[in-house]
C-alpha cells in the first residue's frame, strides 16, 4: 500500500463543533485529495492541493476548508459540523510526473454528526 | 455536477462470464482512469488511458475511450467471485492548465454470483 495514513478512523461528533481530519503521505507526492462518499453520489471532491500552501475547491466545498503547510499533511476541517456533513472522507494521493495521475487512497474516516 | 457517469449502476452476473461497465463524462480529458473498491474500504486503481489511446489491456481488463462520443468502457472478462466489488471512473479534465483535479463518477455496483 501507498504510505497513505488518515486520522482518526472514526469519529462522532456534535452538532456546531469543529473536527480536523488528518492526511498525512510518505510519498512526496504533489497532489492531495479530500473526497466525500455518500450513498448514491460516488465520490464528490471537497478540495485539493496542488502543492505547499496552494489549495484549491472542489465540487462540494462548502463548510469546509484546508491547509497544507507541508508536503506530507492536508488536513480538512469542519468549521462547524452539521448532520448533512456525516459521511465517509477519503483523502487521496497523486503525482503527475509518475505515472501520469494514478491517485492512492487512504482507508477513510467515518464521520457522524450528531 | 460530476464529470463522469457510469452505467449502469448495478451488474449481477455469473461466474465466469464477462462483466461490461461504460462510463460518460462531459468535458475534455486529459486521461481517464477505473479504480475498483471493496466495501468498506479505499479505492485502488485498476488502470489509467490517456486521451490519445483508444483501447488498453490490463490481465483481464480491457479498456476502450472512444474521445469523440466522451465515452469509456471497462470490461472484465471471465469474472470471479473476488471481482464483486463497486468500479468507479474517473477524469482528469484537460483544459485548466494541467490534470491536478480528479473527478468521479457515482460508480457501478457490481456482483459476481459463484
Same mark, same amino acid.
Given at each position: 500500500?501507498?504510505?497513505?495514513?488518515?486520522?482518526p478512523?472514526?469519529? @462522532?461528533?456534535?452538532?456546531?463543533?469543529?473536527?480536523?481530519?488528518?492526511?498525512?503521505?510518505?510519498?512526496?507526492h504533489?497532489?492531495?485529495?479530500?473526497?466525500?462518499?455518500?450513498? *448514491?453520489?460516488? %465520490?464528490? %471532491?471537497?478540495?485539493? #492541493?496542488?502543492?505547499?500552501?496552494?489549495?484549491?475547491?472542489?465540487?462540494?466545498?462548502?463548510g469546509?476548508? @484546508?491547509?497544507?503547510?507541508?508536503t506530507?499533511d492536508? &488536513?480538512?476541517? %469542519?468549521?462547524?459540523?452539521?448532520?448533512s456533513?456525516?459521511? @465517509?472522507?477519503?483523502?487521496?494521493?497523486?503525482? %503527475?510526473?509518475?505515472?501520469?495521475?494514478?491517485?492512492?487512497?487512504?482507508?477513510?474516516?467515518?464521520?457522524?454528526?450528531? | 455536477?460530476?464529470?463522469?457517469?457510469?452505467?449502469?449502476?448495478?451488474?449481477?452476473?455469473?461466474? *465466469?462470464?464477462?462483466?461490461?461497465?461504460?462510463?460518460?463524462?462531459?468535458?475534455?480529458?486529459?486521461?481517464? /482512469?477505473?479504480?475498483? /473498491?471493496?466495501?468498506?474500504?479505499?479505492?485502488?486503481?485498476?488502470?489509467l488511458?490517456?486521451?490519445?489511446?483508444?483501447?488498453?489491456? #490490463?490481465?483481464r481488463? =480491457?479498456?476502450?475511450?472512444?474521445?469523440?462520443?466522451? #465515452?469509456?468502457? &471497462?470490461?472484465?472478462?471471465?469474472? =470471479?467471485?473476488?471481482?464483486?466489488?463497486?468500479?468507479?471512473?474517473?477524469t482528469?479534465? *484537460?483544459?485548466?492548465?494541467?490534470?491536478?483535479?480528479? @473527478?468521479?463518477?457515482?460508480?457501478?455496483? &457490481?456482483?459476481?454470483?459463484?
Open positions: 500500500d501507498a504510505g497513505i495514513t488518515q486520522s478512523r472514526h469519529k @462522532v461528533t456534535e452538532t456546531g463543533t469543529p473536527v480536523t481530519l488528518r492526511c498525512h503521505q510518505t510519498e512526496n504533489r497532489y492531495m485529495y479530500w473526497y466525500r462518499q455518500d450513498p *448514491g453520489h460516488g %465520490l464528490r %471532491l471537497i478540495h485539493y #492541493s496542488y502543492g505547499v500552501k496552494d489549495t484549491d475547491k472542489g465540487e462540494v466545498s462548502d469546509y476548508s @484546508v491547509s497544507r503547510s507541508k506530507e492536508f &488536513l480538512l476541517t %469542519l468549521e462547524s459540523a452539521t448532520s456533513q456525516t459521511s @465517509v472522507y477519503f483523502c487521496a494521493i497523486s503525482d %503527475l510526473r509518475g505515472r501520469g495521475g494514478e491517485a492512492f487512497f487512504g482507508q477513510g474516516t467515518r464521520l457522524t454528526v450528531v | 455536477s460530476q464529470q463522469g457517469e457510469e452505467d449502469p449502476q448495478a451488474l449481477s452476473i455469473q461466474e *465466469g462470464e464477462n462483466a461490461t461497465m461504460n462510463c460518460s463524462y462531459k468535458t475534455s480529458i486529459n486521461n481517464l /482512469q477505473w479504480y475498483r /473498491q471493496n466495501s468498506g474500504r479505499g479505492l485502488v486503481h485498476l488502470i488511458i490517456r486521451s490519445n489511446e483508444r483501447e488498453k489491456h #490490463s490481465g481488463l =480491457r479498456v476502450t475511450l472512444d474521445t469523440s462520443k466522451k #465515452s469509456s468502457s &471497462l470490461l472484465i472478462t471471465a469474472s =470471479r467471485a473476488a471481482d464483486t466489488a463497486s468500479y468507479f471512473c474517473a482528469a479534465p *484537460g483544459s485548466q492548465g494541467g490534470s491536478e483535479k480528479l @473527478v468521479f463518477g457515482k460508480g457501478t455496483k &457490481l456482483t459476481v454470483n459463484p
